[in-house]
């Protein structure tokens, strides 16, 4: 059983450029959430994915998008980056919307 | 809104002292309550959740509807335990299974 991995593992951009982030779920979980961590601060939910439909939002702008793939891996996309972008972002995937969620080890995403 | 505090950002004990790491929330409804650990160069993993009441390594954490609290506790505490410990909340019931994250406090536990 492989883990949830993610790429790329760091990243720099200038601000105002896109990234994209992207993540595979464990193998037989259908459900992947995305998290941002700021410096010194907790997890906060960015969205979830379940069966390749956005299962639940949490207070990220429009800028913030992502997508799920018939295989249950997933991208993040993030455009016009701002400093405040500049963070740790995980991935996490679970099977069918469980509790269980396994992290991924994360993308440290800088913008200068 | 949910929220969770946690108001240690750093607890240090000795080897072998109990320890305690607090947890508060703030959620109208019914919650499910979780801690994650995150040790040293390693993923953020799941530790234990209120509803298994299960006892993971060594760790115990008892929800209290009262005082809305979810404390995780340890006896003894062992070299090993030293990381950054996560509580965290999720709406029970709801569609979506968001966790909302304390900020982390870090344990160190002295030799």
């Known amino acids: 059983e492989t883990g949830v991995t993610q790429s790329p593992t760091h990243l720099i951009k200038t601000r105002g450029q896109q990234v994209t982030l992207r993540c595979s779920s464990q193998s037989g979980h259908n459900t992947v959430s995305w998290y941002q961590q700021a410096l010194g601060q907790g997890p906060q939910f960015i969205f979830q994915y379940y069966r390749e439909e956005e299962n639940g939002r949490g207070n990220f702008p429009p800028r913030f998008s992502g997508l799920q793939f018939p295989n249950y891996s997933s991208e993040l996309n993030v455009n016009a980056l701002e400093l405040d972008d500049s963070a740790l972002y995980l991935c996490a995937s679970s099977r069918d919307r469980g509790l269980e969620a396994f992290f991924g080890q994360g993308t440290r995403l800088t913008v200068v | 809104a949910q929220r969770v505090t946690q108001p240690e950002k750093l607890l240090s004990v000795f080897k072998g002292a109990p320890v305690e790491l607090k947890c508060n929330y703030s959620?109208?409804?019914?919650?499910?309550l979780f801690w994650y650990v995150q040790y040293s160069r390693q993923r953020l993993q799941l530790l234990l959740r209120?509803?298994s009441r299960e006892s993971i390594k060594g760790f115990t954490a008892d929800l209290n509807k009262g005082e809305t609290s979810f404390h995780l506790k340890k006896p003894f505490a062992q070299e090993e335990d030293s990381a950054m410990y996560y509580c965290?909340?999720?709406?029970?019931?709801?569609?979506?299974?968001?966790?909302?994250f304390g900020k982390g406090t870090k344990l160190s536990v002295i030799p």
């Open positions: 965290a909340l999720t709406p029970s019931g709801a569609g979506s299974y968001q966790l909302t």
């Open positions: 959620y109208s409804g019914s919650p499910e």
């Open positions: 209120h509803i």
